[in-house]
């Protein structure tokens, strides 16, 4: 009998009890603006702030409207300026290149290795193009970190971390997002923690972490923050600091902060289903299952193939296959962009050179989301699907 997978890949799991209790009292007193507090009150987006700067270990953070605003008012804080070049990723989703354009920035584009990362190589050769690195932890996968702020440090560049699929993961024991200058944050649907939109950013550095909450829009009332530098330092950069308002709200601030006490756990469960996806990948002939460095602690929220060399008309079989069994699986080898499946050549507001060596590797990605709704039963039932489909086309190649 042929299997078939039923479940939904984009169905998420439900807002704790807790979260929705928080929302529901915000709703109930009806001061949902960040800076509309009663008396003595600390509003609940001031408490997330101040929270995540504890979990992560971050002397400042600032929750905003979304993740790409996030990374927008992390350029504009380093002193990024229209017309400057910023380096990033050529293997990421539209947001993080749309971010350098918001700010009249031009991104240059890095190449992508086969492990999923940024070509270190390709960005020594291209580190004296920018002042700036925009480093995208495309779908979780961290660099050798040591190895990147060695080569970024010696050249001047600052690096600022997206971190949209690395909220939870580490590198050598550092929180993905403490390694840069500024690490930025995603809370959208899709991500590790949930409030339909939302962003955080945090840093060390307070001239950076003053000028995000003034371009985040706090009309002047920085001193209602818990988790920004004291008033000295906004003295210094409140008039040259445009308000491009993008806060967050106590409605989303609240449903947020019992999910951020539950991350580890949530991780953990992510893991234990992605590991059992690729066990049941590992050996299946023509594919590639991309292994993990030890110093990485990763965040399995989606998890990612290689069919390597394999002619377009192939993996299209082998998407086409497994989606009639049930299986949603995407592909970053297309030429046209679909859904949220891009390539560094589909934005054509920032030019780009031919890239070779990582239209091989995006040629060969097959990517998957493992939303937690899915059991331990449901992932192996994935692989099996997956195993079989593609060893049904390799077979016939
Ligand atoms: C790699 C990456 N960076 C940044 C973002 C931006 O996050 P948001 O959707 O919250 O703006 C996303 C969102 O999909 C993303 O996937």
Known sequence: MTETFTGNFTQQEPIP????????????HGRLHRYNT?????????LLEQEFAAQM???????????????ATALRAVGVRPGDTVLTNAFTLAPVPGSIASVGAVPIYVGVTEQLVIDLDDLAAKLDQAKVLMLSHMRGHLCDMDRLMAMCD???VTVI??????????????????????GCYSCQTYKHVNSGEGGLLITDDEEIAARAVMLSGSYMLFERHLAAPGVEVFERIKYETPNISGRMDNLRAAILRPQLRILDQQVARWNERY????AGLRGTPGLTVIERPEQEVYVGSSIQFLLLDWSAEKVGEVLKRCAARG???KWFGAAEPHGFTSRYDSWRYAPSEPMPQSDRVLAGIVDMRVPLTFSLEDCALIARIIRSEVGAVWQGA
Not at 167 to 180: D, E, I
Not at 275 to 278: L, N, T
């Open 275 to 278: 590991q059992a996806i690729e």
């Open 154 to 156: 010696a050249a001047g």
């Open 38 to 46: 009663a008396p003595g009150e600390l509003g609940e987006t001031a």
């Open 327 to 329: 299986v949603e699986l």
């Open 17 to 28: 009890e807790e979260a929705i209790e928080a929302a529901l009292a915000v709703l109930r």
């Open 161 to 182: 971390e997206d971190c949209a699929h690395t909220m939870g993961a580490s590198w050598n024991g550092v929180p993905s997002g403490r390694t840069g200058a500024v």
């Open 57 to 71: 270990g971050a002397k400042y953070s600032l929750a905003v409207a979304s993740g790409g605003y996030a990374l």
